[in-house]
């Protein structure tokens, strides 16, 4: 039988999805007003980081990157999405 993982507190997982998109050159306010990311799309984000279980190493990672980094890191569960999102945003 599995254990149920309770999920993590909303701000602090809102504000790091935020940092890493940041970190990453990403806006996440820009790609819903482009229509990259629906208002739900950017709720699940929050939802799926609360989820992770790699928390510490995250926020040890952002702390490391002095403002700004290429790729998130392996660990991310958004990091396709946030390379994604990078890529469309040269596109455009």
């Not at 999805?17 to 007003?33: H, N, P, Q, Y």
Request: proline share 3%; charged share 25%.
């Amino acid at each position: 039988m599995s254990k149920i993982q309770p999920l993590g507190d909303p701000a602090r997982h809102f504000w790091m999805t935020r940092s890493m998109a940041r970190v990453l050159g990403l806006s996440l306010s820009e790609a819903m007003a482009d229509g990259r990311l629906s208002q739900k799309g950017y709720a699940d984000l929050v939802t799926r980081c609360r989820q992770c279980r790699h928390v510490a190493a995250c926020e040890h990672w952002l702390g490391q990157q002095g403002g700004h980094a290429e790729a998130a890191p392996e660990c991310c569960v958004h990091a396709q999405l946030f390379q994604s999102l990078k890529d469309e945003a040269r596109r455009a």
